[in-house]
């Protein structure tokens, strides 16, 4: 059983690792593990997250500011392991698993359980050029981008690569939390999903209320929800956001 | 030994340096560009109105000029490359006018740029204003504070100034908010000062620049009997001004060729922006580079007194020329550099910026032999940094 392979319409919520500090996010993570939702997404806090917009890149500056690292998160995920039920994707910035070291990243993914891999700046094309260096041949699949925007053809070549994760559609082609008009491209996200097969197609960005999750539910597997969760964690309110969603 | 190439593969590699590292969102606008830039830059009348433009607003050709005073200081032969003359006050608008008529000639009419001290802002919003475009400038918030006159020249000019106020605030945050505001306005054109960023940017923006070694080659060759100099000096942040002095010599292996690199308050001082001798190979603003970085791949922020060389990465064209040995490095200090600043404008009466003057510096730490000729690029003029002349030299 592929672990995106959901029978009904799928929520992964977003989150930023260490973010507001390292002790609530691994409440908050737990607290995920309670709710009605699918999968869990945690973001790798980066110096120069080029792809997200205000609120990401505020928790990222927090938890930087918290001391955060990679090892740290990943010493974490292993102690956390056994309560974590959840598929887990992580979310990064390429610098950060090539520092780190490809081969290295994968396997304490592995060890770690992690179900899927995104990062933003790596390409279909330029992750393959990393991968080929390595000879330990992970078993974590790589989630890869579309948008409204993408051609077609190159939307069936990157499904492809997402066979064993999902295909992340990117609701309107900008930086996360803005907002825009879900209606506007309803016809377009099915195209998309028709491109794309019996790969799972997640639309994120922007979906911040029960409206927009259902229009993306009437045309996609399921939604990502990361901008709307962390305001409401800052504001301590991410238990009645999670209830109105 | 192979022979050193100066173009990138197909997929935007200098040796394992460059490519596109970019999220899908910007992949339509590069795809765009970079078809654009294969086809349009070498077409006959795009090429003869570029040219135009550099003789009759830019001033072109800068002369070559002999220093006779530094040639003597130094027991050499000297000569510079009079960068600082062009319109503007440096080298950047060679760039500027180039992917400036591009965007015209793709149909674009609003250019978003980033800007560090205001150098490359105050050129992109020139040509704007000279092409009738649209330009909104990010630059960092502390960089707003610090450079008032070129945020006033740009506005002057019809530029709309935008604050960079995420991350520290300097010419990396405004550069990270340039690209997503291209994420978020795919119709504008993205024109990047430097020799950085996702291919096709490197190679263009160093084609755009080639204009300097073009005229290098026919002045030598005019004042001395031979277009190949011994070596070649010019300093390096990004690389711009670099890579268009070195461009037509790259392959010429018996020319020298020396990227001055900012050592800050010392190299090893914590604070520095000597990133070919301190960064680490990693991926920075679209391109995989060498990148001053954190083991846990965090950027760090440089530091440089010369704006324009204050930045943590370098272009992957000069990654791959350092790392294959084809290019040297010396790193210069905040000090070296002032000191230079003095000793050209009072043997010379030549004021050079800043950044020009970590090349002219770099001249104290080599030895040249009295019949060896070597061309110093000087990128800029001084202007721009007269406050900081004021107060170090306390005139």
């Known amino acids: ?245 | 030994m192979k022979t050193f190439s100066h173009r990138p593969n197909d997929r935007g590699f200098y040796g394992e340096f460059g490519g596109a590292y970019i999220p899908e969102l910007l992949h339509n606008n590069v795809e765009e560009l970079k078809v654009a830039f294969e086809t349009i830059c070498h077409e006959a009348t795009f090429n003869q109105a570029y040219t135009d433009l550099l003789k009759q607003f830019v001033g072109r050709p800068t002369p070559l000029y002999f220093a006779p005073q530094l040639s003597k200081k130094h027991h050499t032969n000297i000569f510079l490359k009079r960068e600082d003359l062009c319109h503007t006050g440096a080298h950047k608008i060679n760039n500027t006018i180039g992917q400036a008529l591009l965007a015209k000639r793709m149909g674009k009419t609003t250019i978003v740029a980033e800007t560090g001290a205001g150098q490359h802002g105050v050129a992109t919003a020139t040509v704007c204003a000279l092409m009738n475009l649209n330009c909104i400038v990010f630059m960092g918030e502390k960089d707003i504070e610090r450079q008032a006159p070129n945020v006033a020249r740009m506005k002057l000019l019809g530029a709309e100034v935008l604050p960079a106020s995420s991350g520290s605030k300097t010419l990396k945050d405004a550069t990270n908010e340039a690209l997503r505001f291209w994420i978020n306005h795919p119709e504008t054109y993205y024109l990047i000062g430097s020799v950085v960023g996702p291919h096709p940017y490197p190679a263009m923006v160093a084609h755009f620049q080639a204009v300097i070694s073009e005229e290098i080659k026919v002045q030598l060759q005019a004042q001395t009997g031979n277009s190949q100099p011994t070596a070649i000096l010019a300093c390096v942040g990004g690389g711009s001004n670099a890579a268009g002095a070195f461009y037509h010599y790259f392959e010429a292996e018996n020319v020298r060729l020396i990227a001055v690199e900012a050592a800050g308050e010392g190299l090893h001082s914590g604070k520095s922006a000597a990133t070919s001798l301190l960064g680490t190979p990693g991926i920075l603003h679209g391109s995989f580079s060498l990148v001053m970085q954190t083991n846990d791949g965090q950027v760090v922020e440089p530091h440089s007194i010369s704006a324009g060389l204050d930045y943590h990465g370098i272009g992957p064209l000069h990654a791959h020329a350092i790392q294959s040995k084809r290019a040297e490095t010396i790193a210069i200090t905040d000090e070296e550099a002032l000191e230079a600043v003095k000793t050209c404008s009072r043997l010379e009466g030549i004021i050079p910026a800043l950044e020009s003057a970590h090349a002219l510096a770099a001249l104290n730490q080599l030895n040249f032999k009295p019949e060896d000729v070597v061309v110093v690029n000087l990128s800029g003029r001084g202007d721009k940094d007269m406050n900081t002349y004021m107060n170090h030299f306390d005139l």
């Open chain 1, 1 to 245: 059983m592929k672990p995106f392979q959901f029978n009904h319409k799928a929520v992964g919520i977003f989150l930023t690792a260490f973010y507001p500090s390292k002790e609530r996010f691994v409440d908050l993570l737990l607290d995920l593990q309670q709710q009605a939702i699918d999968f869990i997404e945690i973001g790798i806090p980066y110096s120069d997250p080029i792809a997200d917009g205000p609120v990401i890149q505020a928790t990222s500056e927090v938890a930087l500011a918290n001391g955060f690292s990679v090892s740290e998160l990943f010493d974490l995920l292993d102690e956390l392991q056994d309560q974590l039920q959840k598929p887990t994707v992580l979310m990064g910035y390429g610098n950060q698993v090539i520092q780190f070291g490809m081969e290295a990243f994968l396997q304490r993914c592995e060890k770690a359980n992690i179900q899927a891999l995104i990062f933003p700046d790596l390409p279909l094309e330029m992750l393959e050029h990393h991968i080929a260096t390595t000879t330990h041949k992970s078993k974590v699949p790589f989630v890869h981008l579309v948008t409204p925007n993408t051609a077609d053809e190159r939307i069936a070549h990157i499904a492809k690569a997402c066979t064993n994760s999902f295909v992340y559609l990117v609701g309107n082609a900008q930086t996360t939390g803005g907002s825009y008009a879900l209606e506007a491209q309803l016809e377009r996200y099915a195209a998309i999903k028709t491109l794309c097969g019996n790969v799972p197609v997640f639309l994120g960005f922007g979906i911040d209320s029960r409206e927009k999750k259902a229009l993306a539910h009437s045309v996609t597997d399921g939604v990502i929800i990361g901008s709307a969760y962390l305001q409401a964690v800052k504001n301590g309110k991410e238990q009645h956001f999670l209830a109105s969603i």
